[in-house]
């Protein structure tokens, strides 16, 4: 026998309009459609002491731990606040460094996660801002280190986290 329910809403008890997951549904993050935003973190360096960077090695910035689904993947966005750097071409590229494995960097064949360079390479030193993003390779379930990394490239300094201003990073963990 097969019966048929019509009705025009379901109510909690308090009057409120039910949603799927007060209903008992459960969709698993596993049967999502790709780019279907999971989780959303917003985050600052644990630190806002000035830093004055002059070597062309990586060295890290930021260390978060961040738990995800299984398949999923993190869209960082930075956001540097200010910084300052002593000449036209003394530029910062940033990159992450997920569970100690770079990701998306040049060279890598990862072509949609290139690293974070510095939009206003030639322009002259004084106060600047950099917002960008990147893409991290799909993530198993769990936790994971993520380290943001910077360095100095062309001869000069920069200096991170100018008048103790904070790095801000929103990040996106969507379906992969």
Partial sequence: MVSTIKVDNIQKADGSAASVTDLGVSVPTSSL???????????????????????????????????????????????????????????????????GVDNGQPGTGDERNPSWYHPWYGHSAGREVMYNHMVTNQLSAGSHEIKVQAAVYNPGTIYLRYQNMYLRYLVHEIAG
């Fill in 33 to 99: 459609p790709a780019g279907t935003m999971i989780n959303t973190h917003t985050l600052k360096s644990p630190s806002n002491s000035s830093l004055s960077m002059t070597n062309g090695s990586f060295a890290d910035i930021d260390t978060f731990s961040i738990t995800t689904q299984a398949n999923s993947k993190l869209v960082w966005i930075i956001d540097t606040q200010q910084y300052t750097k002593s000449g036209g071409n003394v530029n910062v590229l940033f990159r992450l460094l997920v569970d």
